[in-house]
């Protein structure tokens, strides 16, 4: 391994010279498609998700003027089971959990999101 430290200008000059226009241009042209079936699926994947949370909201009676806290709430928890499984997420949605209701909103119904629409149960105490 090399002792020479690496400048931070040193790293600038060859990220400038690695993200050229056309450089870019070749790798988005080349993998677009790809881009395209994984944004796809993860948006068809967050809309299924987002009508489970509707179907919960309305359960609850959740009035129309707060449903956009709770849809946020539930793209949070979307979100971190694509990153984590297990104790893991159940954990990360705790903390969401958490910040949500510190912002009014009602731990019931986040519950009830977190249980019903995502079958995450709650951290195991340590």
Known sequence: MSSRKISAAD??????KRYTA???SSIITEEKPKF???NTASTSDMVYYETLTQGVLNAQGVPVIDRP???SFSREVWAKRRRYAG????GEVATVLAKWVSRTLQQ????AIRNEVY???SPTPA
């Open 119 to 121: 079958n995450i149960s």
């Open 108 to 111: 019931s119904v986040l519950e």
């Open 87 to 90: 104790e893991s997420l159940a």
């Open 22 to 24: 056309a450089h870019v």
């Open 69 to 71: 806290d709770y849809l």
């Open 36 to 38: 395209l079936e994984n």
């Open 11 to 16: 790293r600038v000059a060859k990220w400038d």
